[in-house]
């Protein structure tokens, strides 16, 4: 199952919605940060690049336990956000309606977060230095500076499984995720 989170259209949800007051209905920082949280990039994009990143067979098999281990966590988490807001298995799951679900939906995603922040340290530690160089190589070559490390690119057979973020109702084609934390921020364009 793949659950994607985009800050990008949560902020549009919310700020489209500005005028008609209510939960999700105007700009809600907890629920934003909590959202913000859940973005990570693909542990599958690292074993995708495997040649490139000169992983050993013990580092792909360590890297797919890592992913399959947080998509089983992050996927329950997500059947319990499908259950607060009363929605069946596949497609996004809406935005909460009312300050009851959204008091439901904030823990949950911040136990998404805290399952993806420990898996991005735990392949953070499996790579070596010149590893993870490579990794900030490969995210930056990429459209949006996320390359194959992004939430939905890199993957073997065209499987599109992210760490375990969310997509949600409203979810454009923009994407939103964070790049693995020990690379650099992306130059700002410059400006003519």
Known sequence: ???????????????????????????????????????????????????RLGLTSLQVTTLDSIAESLRTRNTRLSDSLRTIRRVGPGGPIPLPRDSAERAGFVPVLREMARNNQA????????????????????????????????????????????MGG?????????????GWPWCPPPAAPKRS
């Open 119 to 162: 898996s991005v340290a735990a392949v953070q530690a499996l790579l070596t230095e010149d590893q993870r160089r490579i990794a900030c190589e490969i995210q930056r070559e990429s459209p949006g500076g996320r390359g194959g490390m992004g939430m939905r690119g890199g993957l073997p057979g065209g499987m599109r499984r992210g």
């Open 1 to 51: 199952m793949t659950i994607r989170i985009s800050l990008a259209a949560l902020l549009l949800a919310l700020s489209a919605c500005a005028s008609a007051g209510g939960v999700g209905r105007r700009s809600d920082p907890e629920l934003t940060a909590a959202y913000r949280g859940t973005q990570a990039p693909s542990i599958y994009g690292l074993i995708g690049a495997r040649e």
């Open 166 to 178: 969310m997509e949600m109702e409203g979810d454009s084609t923009m994407r939103v995720a964070r």
